[in-house]
T-cell receptor, first 115, second 112 residues
Framework: NAGVTQTPKFQVLKTGQSMTLQCAQDMNHEYMSWYRQDPGMGLRLIHYSVGAGITDQGEVPNGYNVSRSTTEDFPLRLLSAAPSQTSVYFC??????????????FGNGTRLTVT | AQSVSQHNHHVILSEAASLELGCNYSYGGTVNLFWYVQYPGQHLQLLLKYFSGDPLVKGIKGFEAEFIKSKFSFNLRKPSVQWSDTAEYFCAVTYNNNDMRFGAGTRLTVKP
């Protein structure tokens, strides 16, 4: 199993550009989520999904869209990038929702810089 | 809003010293508690978790944590740290089973 795969690993955008961060898992996990990691602020939840066709907002959803058309994929879209979105983005998945005995598996992260 | 606080931003220890990293969470009813570790250049990995039962939980690599409900705390401990424990440590809490919140993290540097 590859686990949680994120692409790209690095990305530089200009303000106003759009892009999609890809996340795929091959563990048949129902739960998937996106976090951003910023110095001194830890990981903050952007959006999450408890199954195909179901998504919900986390702590910091503004400026980001998600969809979950399949169990395996959970892309994160930035419609109009802003410098405040410069961060490291982590995708995570688990067999069931995090409150159960089901640990999160993290991808290797995408480092995004918006100039 | 629910929140998780980690008191120490950066901890520097010598090898063989004892470690305790603080974690407090805001009240939100039933909680599940976790510690994750991020080694340099790597993604987060689960160290240990608490769901119920014995409030003293043991994890991988000699780490343990104690859940003290009255203090809303879940501190991480290790009796004797090694250079390889140099990493960033994150406390995390789930409040409603769908939403895992992380603390800001504590960077641990262990000097050989």
């Amino acid at each position: 199993n590859a686990g949680v795969t994120q692409t790209p690993k690095f990305q530089v955008l200009k303000t106003g550009q759009s892009m999609t961060l890809q996340c795929a898992q091959d563990m048949n996990h129902e739960y998937m989520s996106w976090y951003r990691q910023d110095p001194g602020m830890g990981l903050r939840l952007i959006h999450y999904s408890v199954g195909a066709g179901i998504t919900d907002q986390g702590e910091v959803p503004n400026g980001y869209n998600v969809s979950r058309s399949t169990t395996e994929d959970f892309p994160l879209r930035l419609l109009s990038a802003a410098p405040s979105q410069t961060s490291v983005y982590f995708c995570a998945s688990s067999y069931s929702v995090p409150g159960t005995n089901s640990p999160l598996h993290f991808g290797n992260g995408t480092r995004l810089t918006v100039t | 809003a629910q929140s998780v606080s980690q008191h120490n931003h950066h901890v520097i220890l010598s090898e063989a010293a004892s470690l305790e990293l603080g974690c407090n969470y805001s009240y939100g009813g039933t909680v599940n508690l976790f510690w994750y570790v991020q080694y340099p250049g790597q993604h987060l990995q689960l160290l240990l978790k608490y769901f119920s039962g014995d409030p003293l939980v043991k994890g991988i690599k000699g780490f343990e944590a104690e859940f003290i409900k009255s203090k809303f705390s879940f501190n991480l401990r290790k009796p004797s740290v090694q250079w390889s424990d140099t990493a960033e440590y994150f406390c995390a809490v789930t409040y409603n089973n769908n939403d895992m919140r992380f603390g800001a993290g504590t960077r641990l540097t262990v000097k050989p």
